[in-house]
Structures are given as structure tokens and as C-alpha cells.
């Protein structure tokens, strides 16, 4: 399991910033797919890197996102500094949002973003200390020819 990285990444996340916010997301479609990952596995990991930079930016205060790539699989870290969760499983269920007017005018806040996290995912872990902050492990699994 002690899989080696071929490659390994991090990018800043600032909350609050929707200029900014979705680059990180993009650089690390655009990293794996220069490498030639697989067109479904990097739509997955698009769809999961992206909802979990969206949170860091409208629920949290920084974070940082870690890209880690061994021979087996894709390994996503997003570790931020915010209010953190108090019912997880809550946060979980579809639909379930506390993004304001302003956000929902913007597009978000559908409640769909944790739970397409999951779903695009092979393993996803969630952790969070409520008045610190969020940890997800989003892992996507290689079909062996991709690497
Ligand atoms: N990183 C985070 N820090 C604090 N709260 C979060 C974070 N990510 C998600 N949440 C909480 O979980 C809820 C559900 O998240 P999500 O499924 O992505 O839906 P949405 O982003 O549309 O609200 C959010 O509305 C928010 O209350
Ligand atoms: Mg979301």
C-alpha cells in the first residue's frame, strides 16, 4: 500500500475569493491530463477537486489543496482553516446548504457538492474540528494503463 509519489502538488486556496476560485481545481485537471490520465478518471477528479475548492472558498477562511499521484491512484488533500463542520452527516445529505442569497445568486449552493464528492470518489474521508477547520482524502483509483 506504501505506493511512491511520481508527483506531487500544492495550491493556495483563499476563501472568499470567486475571481480566484476553481483555479487550483483547473491546474490539477490540466496537470494529470498533460500526463495522460484517462478521460473519465480526470472528469472525476474534476468534479470532486472542484466542489472541494468551492467550499474552501465560500465556507472557510484558506486552504491549502495537495495533488499526490502514485502508480495506483490519485490522492486529493484539501486541509483548511475555518469554522469547520458540526454535524457532518448533515452536511452529507443531498440538498443540504447554508450558503447565503448571495452565493445561491451566483450559482451555489445546490447541497450537491459533498455529496458528488463521494459519489466521483473511491475513497473519500472527511474530518472536521468545529472553529479550526476541514480535512477532506479524496482517492480515484488508475485503471492500470493509465500510467
Ligand atoms: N470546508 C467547509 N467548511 C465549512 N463548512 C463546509 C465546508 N464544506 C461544506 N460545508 C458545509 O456543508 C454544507 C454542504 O456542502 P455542499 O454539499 O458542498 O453544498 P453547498 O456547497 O452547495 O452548500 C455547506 O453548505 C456548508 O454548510
Ligand atoms: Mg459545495
Redesign the pocket.
Known sequence: MNQEAILSEEFEISGGDFVNGGRASCLIKNILKEIGIDAEILRRVAIAAY?AE???V???RR?IMKLVLTPKRIIIKVE?E????HDIEL??QPG????TPEMREMG????????NIKKNSDKFNIE?TVGK??NLEIIINLNNKNV
Do not use: C, K, R, W
Not at 108 to 115: S, V
Open positions: 466542489e468551492m467550499n474552501v465560500m465556507y472557510a486552504g483548511d475555518g469554522p469547520g463542520i452536511a452529507m443540504y446548504s447554508t450558503a451555489f449552493g445546490a447541497g450537491m457538492g459533498l455529496p472536521s477547520g476541514t
